[in-house]
T-cell receptor, first 114, second 115 residues
Framework: DTEVTQTPKHLVMGMTNKKSLKCEQH?????MYWYKQKAKKPPELMFV???????INESVPSRFSPECPNSSLLNLHLHALQPEDSALYLC?????????????FGPGTRLLVL | DQQVKQNSPSLSVQEGRISILNCDYT??????FLWYKKYPAEGPTFLIS?????DKNEDGRFTVFLNKSAKHLSLHIVPSQPGDSAVYFC??????????????FGQGTILTVHP
């Protein structure tokens, strides 16, 4: 089983709202990722968590705040977003902080910021 | 600076024929390569990977070839099926380095397989 689940599937929010995206995996993976994907572009890495610790932050604005409560869960807290933040947000996981890691992606959350 | 390039934005193939998707990279530190398939509004699905110590990896209808000296890899799909129609992303990783977990993606190639 290589399933990564994400909720919600779709989200519409105003620029003053606070919302959260959730990601879950039960594969025993110890590395989890957030990506952002705009239409007709490849996924762009935002954050990497390794053993529940933030190991990579790709200079993402502070209006995006990641959280890893435990090894199976990854959240992305959103606050005061801009319309240009509208995108597909993808979560992925991989076995752990070792080489030759295959990342498995969830279905994504389609976010629209009005 | 685009370190992973898929120079063909699209490819059209007849059902039953071979599809060949190409990918070039510039960073010689990349040592692990992956291909993902993506349908619209869905997450990428992992297809096949190859380590830099190999030059070929096969899984069913999918074969990936790596030419390290040319910094080139290709994905062969034989035979192609209409359900293979999707966007294909090549991705690379410096698995032995300190930036593990940071996949660098190509821009994607839209494959259309006609019945």
């Amino acid at each position: 089983d290589t399933e990564v689940t994400q909720t919600p599937k779709h989200l519409v929010m105003g620029m003053t709202n606070k919302k959260s995206l959730k990601c879950e995996q039960h594969m025993g993976h110890r590395a989890m990722y957030w990506y952002k994907q705009k239409a007709k572009k490849p996924p762009e890495l935002m954050f990497v968590y390794s053993y529940e610790k933030l190991s990579i932050n790709e200079s993402v604005p502070s209006r995006f705040s990641p959280e890893c409560p435990n090894s199976s869960l990854l959240n992305l807290h959103l606050h005061a977003l801009q319309p240009e933040d509208s995108a597909l947000y993808l979560c992925a996981s991989s076995q752990g902080p070792a080489g030759e890691e295959t990342q498995y992606f969830g279905p994504g959350t389609r976010l629209l910021v009005l | 600076d685009q370190q992973v390039k898929q120079n063909s934005p699209s490819l059209s193939v007849q059902e039953g024929r071979i599809s060949i998707l190409n990918c070039d990279y510039t960073n010689s530190m990349f040592d692990y390569f992956l291909w993902y398939k993506k349908y619209p509004a869905e997450g990428p699905t992992f297809l096949i990977s190859i380590s830099s110590i190999k030059d070929k990896n096969e899984d069913g209808r999918f074969t990936v070839f790596l030419n390290k000296s040319a910094k080139h890899l290709s994905l062969h799909i034989v035979p192609s099926q209409p359900g293979d129609s999707a966007v294909y992303f090549c991705a690379a990783d410096n698995a032995g380095g300190t930036s593990y977990g940071k996949l660098t993606f190509g821009q994607g190639t839209i494959l259309t397989v006609h019945p």
